[in-house]
């Protein structure tokens, strides 16, 4: 028992270092900032693991040591328990001699006051052994094999954490309001974080996103996110419609379904003259935000890249910066408190042109090192601009050259999709871990031992026993065991007071 | 009533229980130091009247923000420091029969609810939506109750380490001046906290308990002050277990996964290792006593950073309850 403690508490130790140094799975961006600020020290961190603790093969060496030693620990324990659970209570040479000791005097036989007490205890689920008129009786099992309960379950917790992590995934998918996603591999945004015996089989199932909708109070306080959804079949047939919102996830053929974040995108469209080159919605970020500034209150990050068609004239792409809430912006500029931008209210795009060569064309990221700034400006809902010179369209001007327009803002969200076979393993290890700590931590071993002998007419019951745990309760219990183990056995033999009867402990 | 009338009620009855806590805690110490019967009934009257206005705080509150009280620190501390009181009147005090330790329980409640009140303060409002939960009845009840009850125990157990010392002196001042001594039950040279065999003196707990405060005043003896801090620990340990389930649980709806290691979530877990250490260090032959006690107050730090540090320091799912 004592390495199995020694091992929990070293772990609980290594959390409290992973709680205090960032790590990359819960705040990667405080563990890139740790890596700018202290280079040594950041480097020495990330080769020990520091920055991955619970992720570290020291964690999960210390894990696997932790649960070698408990189940070296709980065999031979479960045995024994076996063993004397099975075994009858033993018969003792000497009554009077334990702690709770009394006598009555009876008026039944000596047989048939010890069947009599046998009975009542084993009535009151205690479990006895009878020899003539000899009774031993012992309660209080439950304590023993609670805690065993109790224990054996985190072995079935690191059964459903193998089985769930290695078995399940988790994503993230991005969808545009009137867009649909599909579940499959290429499908999810960023990193797939795949169990090893993941059989790398999606459902095929769709998701489409009616609408998004955030509610801010005044305060900027979230109120509420809802994903309004279509789930689809593999075939695109509507299985049915769902509101997803935090803490209200969608379930559907083993995949769970989350409300993770939000944000615009806003549809370009750009075109030559008349001809269309792209139009599409554009799925934004969020700048980050400096110290003391709301998130908010900054604008989104976008970019469309126009490869060239023929070779001979450069690329082009425009980057832009959304304000999705106009009113909100000018009053940041006005009092120099920035305001967070919540809702749309007439959103407008900064626009800035680049011509060049465009080294990145199959990445999500825009790399303006070989191109330069030609143009800005600014382009609100529903209006056109140049990209030669960065000018506002009148309505009926007709344009020349490039131009790109902003006909229209949507809302994308961001749904965590997960598979994980082992959370009712999981949640059945919890229940039973409840249901075996509190008969460990509170039922008591008790013996109780009764001897009849005969005396004139009747007998008289000689009764003693302990218990190991909760005495003073047992004291209690004691006295009502005698006096109920009298009563079956034919109750009092002579009126009371005789100076034989005595309830006492000692 | 209005909304913003019951916040106004919450805010005074928020302080009308700070006040009562203080006069409350400074009439327990004056017991404890000049040991007149009337001080601790006024203390006792004081520490009801704050407890009254503590849970008409909490009404109030969570009348005013149309949900359950208990949505941000502010108001878990408010909850906290009731439960505490409530805890230490009904339980230490009505049965268990402690009358000392009133002072103690009023100072962590006084502690929490200035920390409350000035680190958490936040208007009454409604409820971020990842906490918009029927979990968060469940999860943040059984949060506060193990929490409170952990921080009895703990109050305990720095109280026992503190007279136990004093008691090993008294006692070795005695062995040198006597012949071995003789002592009435409580105190034993060879297993000084066998609290079984204290509990099982003539007449069980009380009369050992009568005749230890005959010998050394009004404060319990050691040997009481750990067989407290033992069983109130010993009924946190399944409540705060649950705590953490329930949690898993929200989690798992609420994020997707069960477990992931939050901070909040880390230092629940480090402070649920510690005390079943505690208990396993109780139920092994030479760390009773001191030993299992230290450990005992180590668990107490733990919950005091799980509950304060992890808002405040530590960044995590969980700071949107600062």
Known sequence: ?506 | MSLSDWALVAEDAFNLAVWAYVAGMVLYFAYLAFRREPLWWLGRIAAWVGLLANVVAIVARGLAAERVPWGNMYEYSTMLAALVVGVYLIWVEGRQKQKALGGFALMFAVLTMAVAATFFFVPVGPLVPALNSYWIKIHVVAAIAGSSLFAIGGIATILYLIKDSIERRQLGRLASQQPPPIMGGAIDLDDPLDLDRDVDGPGGAQTGTETEQARSGIFPSAATLDRVAYRVIAFAFPIWTFAVIAGAIWAQEAWGRYWGWDPKETWSFITWVIFAGYLHARATNGWKGRRAAVIAVVGFVALLITYYAVNLWIVGLHSYAK
């Open chain 1, 1 to 506: 028992m004592r390495t199995a403690l020694i091992l929990l508490l070293l772990l609980a130790l290594a959390s409290v270092v992973g709680s205090l140094v960032p790590q990359w799975p819960n705040t990667p961006d405080r563990v890139l900032r740790y890596l700018e600020d202290h280079p040594f020290w950041g480097e020495a961190f990330e080769r020990a693991g520091l920055f991955d603790v619970f992720g570290s093969w020291w964690f999960v060496l210390l894990t696997v040591l932790l649960f070698v030693s408990l189940v070296a620990c709980l065999i031979p324990r479960t045995r024994s328990f076996v063993r004397a659970v099975r075994a009858r209570p033993l018969h003792a040479r000497e009554v009077d001699s334990f702690r709770h000791y009394a006598e009555r005097r009876v008026a039944g036989t000596p047989e048939d006051a010890a069947g009599a007490a046998a009975v009542l205890l084993r009535r009151r689920f205690w479990r006895t052994a009878r020899a003539g008129t000899q009774v031993a009786a012992e309660k209080g099992v439950l304590r023993e094999g609670g805690s065993l309960l109790f224990h054996w379950a985190f072995l079935l917790i690191l059964i459903g954490v193998i089985v769930g992590k290695g078995t399940g995934f988790s994503g993230f998918a991005v969808i545009v309001e009137g867009d649909t996603w599909v579940d499959a591999r290429a499908n999810y945004d960023g990193q797939l974080r795949a169990g090893r015996f993941f059989d790398g089989e999606f459902t095929g199932i769709g998701v489409r996103l009616r609408s998004f909708e955030s509610d801010f109070r005044r305060s900027g306080q979230p109120m509420d996110f809802v994903s309004r959804v279509d789930l689809l079949d593999p075939r695109g047939d509507l299985i049915r419609r769902q509101d997803i919102r935090v803490n209200h996830p969608a379930q559907l053929e083993g995949l769970r379904i989350f409300q993770s974040s939000f944000g615009w995108a806003p549809v370009i469209e750009t075109a030559r003259e008349a001809d269309v080159l792209t139009s599409a919605p554009v799925v934004t970020d969020l700048t980050p935000a400096p110290e003391g500034v709301p998130a908010f209150a900054m604008p989104w990050r976008g970019f469309v890249k126009l490869p060239s068609a023929d070779g001979a004239t450069p690329d082009v792409a425009v980057s832009f910066q959304l304000y999705p809430d106009s009113e909100a912006f000018l009053t940041s500029l006005a009092t120099g408190e920035p305001v967070a931008m919540l809702r749309e209210n007439e959103p407008f795009l900064r626009f800035t042109v680049w011509r060049g060569t465009l080294t990145d064309l199959a990445t999500n990221r825009l790399d303006t090192s070989l191109m330069r700034r030609t143009a800005t400006g600014i382009v609100g809902l529903g209006q056109t601009a140049s990209l030669r010179t960065g000018e506002r369209l009148a309505p009926a001007e007709s344009p020349t050259g490039l131009t790109v327009s902003f006909p229209e803002l949507r809302r994308y969200t961001v749904l965590q999709v997960a598979e994980d076979r082992g959370v009712p393993i999981v949640l059945l290890a919890a229940i039973l871990i409840l249901v075996g700590l509190l008969p460990a931590l509170y039922d008591s071993r008790r013996k109780l031992w009764i001897r009849a002998e005969p005396d004139g007419e009747g007998s008289v019951l000689k009764i003693g026993g302990f218990a190991l745990q909760r005495k003073p309760q047992f004291e209690e219990e004691f006295e009502r065991l005698v006096e109920a183990a009298a009563r079956a056995a034919g109750g009092p033999a002579t009126p009371a007071g005789s100076e034989k009867e005595q309830v006492g402990s000692r």
